[in-house]
Nanobody, 118 residues
């Protein structure tokens, strides 16, 4: 059972990246997915969420209007499209899976580094 986050890298301010969160060993159909990030010297913060049931989405105010979360259950993958990136978006991004009915995230990916810098 594993979550694999990927797609991070170095991008200039104003640029875009798409992160992927791929599951293996279980199906994401019954899991809500959250994206979190942790910047150097800061605590981990929640970024975005997509539900398992109806695909509803939520975003932190800091990324609303710039980030889009989506899921492709056929590919067993969730994506985070990040546009208009800012230096303050620099962080290690993690995805996590929470089974329907669970009150906590059950599985965490290993993280992918996003660096926004000119």
């Amino acid at each position: 059972v594993q979550l694999q986050a990927s797609g991070g890298g170095l991008v200039q301010p104003g640029g875009s990246l798409r992160l992927s969160c791929a599951a293996s060993g279980f199906t994401l159909d019954y899991y809500a997915i959250g994206w979190f990030r942790q910047a150097p010297g800061k605590e981990r913060e929640w970024v975005s969420y997509i539900s398992a049931s109806d695909g509803s989405t939520r975003y932190a105010d800091s990324v609303k209007g710039r980030f889009t979360i989506s899921r492709d259950n056929a590919m067993n993958t969730v994506y985070l499209r990040m546009n208009s990136l800012k230096p303050e978006d620099t962080a290690v991004y993690y995805c996590a899976a929470r089974e329907i009915g669970s009150t906590q995230y059950d599985y965490w990916g290993q993280g992918t580094l996003v660096t926004v810098s000119s």
